[in-house]
Structure formats: structure tokens, C-alpha cells
């Protein structure tokens, strides 16, 4: 694994503000387009570099949404982000696009909501388990193939650059 560059690191920093700027545009409650970022960033740069933007473009937009699961519950949902958009870039470089597309949106979308359902029926909340995975389910599994979508078109315009 290469080191991140100062230039890398420069464009880590964008793509946070990008995450940010697409933490506002919501499609239900904290769900929103702020991963978008993250999965372009575990392509054109680096898988780790994508899941640095992932886990902090999530916590960006859980600030912005009043971190409605509350902050632990967010911490786990931004390290799950991480290791989707890692895993994302790193299948992707191993030329396995079409399963990396299909391993990040059940990470991102069944996967990581189902541990959060749990985690959170686990620790007593009232609304968990079951509840929270129904209602959140078509509007997170939406904004994950979109975000995932999004970056694998928009890539490769940007790889002729060298980041």
C-alpha cells in the first residue's frame, strides 16, 4: 500500500467538503448523498483513501441531520461506511467492478442498516429493530445505488488525471 500524498490529501479534503455538500441534499431523515464522495475517492485514489472521505462524510452528515440514531450508534454506521467504500475501491482496482458495485450497495444499504436495527434493539431503544429496518430500508437502499451509480460513471472522466 502507497503512502497518501500531500496532493492526495489535498483532494481527500475536497471530496470531504463534496461529502458535505451532498450531506444536505437528503432523501429521508440522515439519508443522503454524502458517499457519493467517498466511493469516487476509493477509485481515483485509493481504497483507504475512499474509506477515510466514507466514515467522515457519514459523521457530516449525521452532525447536519442531529445525529438521529444518536452519536454512538452513527460511529458504528461511519466505520461500517469506511469498510464498504474500502472494500468498494479495492474489488474495483482488482478489476471486479461489477461485484464491487453489488458488495458496497449491500453494505451500505441492507447490511449496515441491519446491524445498526440490531445494535440499537440490543441496547433497548424504542425505536429499533424491525421498525427502524422497514422504514429505513427503501430510502437508504435508494440513495446507496444512486451514490455507487453516481461514482462509477462520473470515474472515469476524472482517471486520466493523476491524483
Known amino acids: 500500500m502507497s503512502k497518501i500524498n500531500s496532493r492526495q490529501l489535498a483532494y481527500m479534503g475536497l471530496f470531504i467538503a463534496l461529502s458535505f455538500v451532498g450531506a444536505q441534499i ?10 457519493m464522495p467517498a466511493f469516487l475517492v476509493a477509485l481515483i485514489i485509493s ?43 479495492y474489488l474495483s482496482k482488482k478489476g471486479k467492478k461489477y461485484i464491487a458495485v453489488i458488495v458496497a450497495f449491500l453494505l451500505n444499504g441492507p447490511i449496515s442498516l441491519g446491524v445498526s436495527a440490531y445494535i440499537m434493539y440490543a441496547l433497548g431503544y424504542e425505536f429499533a429493530g ?9 430510502p437508504l437502499s435508494i440513495a446507496a445505488i444512486l451514490n455507487i451509480v453516481i461514482a462509477v460513471v462520473v470515474e472515469p472522466f476524472l482517471i486520466r488525471k493523476k491524483y
Open 26 to 35: 437528503k432523501i429521508q431523515g440522515s439519508v443522503a448523498f454524502d458517499s
Open 47 to 89: 481504497p483507504v483513501a475512499g474509506g477515510i472521505v466514507g466514515i467522515l462524510g457519514h459523521m457530516l452528515t449525521a452532525v447536519t441531520s442531529g445525529f438521529p440514531l444518536t452519536l454512538p450508534i452513527h460511529m458504528v454506521v461511519g466505520v461500517l461506511m469506511g469498510i464498504t467504500c474500502y472494500l468498494f475501491g
Open 130 to 138: 424491525v421498525a427502524l429496518f422497514s422504514f429505513l430500508i427503501v
